[in-house]
């Protein structure tokens, strides 16, 4: 982005690999109607388009999200910073923010994240060339 153009409210990494993610990520950009949403495909990242500080297996191991040149959000936290920027969902943001219900969430996010592991394996495995 160059200096002339606005910075983005909130920019979003996510596993372009990932079925789940992707079709999660095609629903928010139709909602998007503001352009406050960048997403960041993590897989067709170069090593050296990484944020300082972190690296592919970071963004990979848990949901970031990040405010123009601000704070991280990660896991439900990131979820959260989402709907924030959605008018459609921006009322529900609480939520993710609530008591036991966060909590809630963040076991469920866990269960996702251990199943999406399992997942991206299986895809790169299936990439592989047969011998």
Known sequence: MNSSQPAIPLSVWYDGDC?????EVALYSRIDQNRALEWIDIVTLADSDFPAGKTRDDLLGRF???QANGPW???VDAFAAIWDQLPVLARLAFLFRTPGIRQLAELGYRGFLKWQRHHRARRILSKLPVA
């Not at 079925?19 to 079709?23: A, F, Y």
């Open 73 to 75: 959000h990660t896991g």
């Open 64 to 66: 970031h999200a990040r």
């Open 19 to 23: 079925p789940v993610c992707r079709q």
